[in-house]
């Protein structure tokens, strides 16, 4: 079983940085996709930044230019870089990954547990 821990969140004024972090406890054998979505209070949850097969990235168009997704292959960690930040960006931060356990097992989804982000003077 694969769990997701995510860190970083926090409270930020507008203008403001944060950096989320999230690493695996668990054994993961392959990596297709590890990324974040984010969820507002009485909205959708919505893809903010994926990188896949650790090479190509995409982001939604609202944090392009302002958000960096990078990822460390080794140890099968993402990291989201938030620069610029809006009040319009507060949500809970969810982190995703797209994996296999082992040679043998199908790709599953799994997620974190969240964390706030709040953008707020």
């Known amino acids: 079983q694969v769990q997701l821990v995510e860190s970083g969140g926090g409270l930020v004024q507008p203008g403001g940085s944060l950096r989320l972090s999230c690493a695996p406890s668990g054994s993961i054998f392959s990596t297709y996709a590890m990324g974040w979505y984010r969820q507002a209070p009485g909205k959708q949850r919505e893809l903010v930044a994926v990188?896949?097969?650790?090479?190509?990235?995409k982001y939604s168009d609202s944090v392009k230019g302002r958000f960096t997704i990078s990822g460390d292959n080794a140890k099968n960690t993402v990291h989201l870089q938030m620069d610029s930040l809006k009040p319009e960006d507060t949500a809970v931060y969810y982190c995703y990954a797209n994996v296999r356990t082992s040679v043998v097992s199908s790709w599953r989804d799994y997620w974190g547990q969240g964390t706030q982000v709040t953008v707020s003077s």
């Open positions: 990188i896949i097969r650790g090479i190509n990235t």
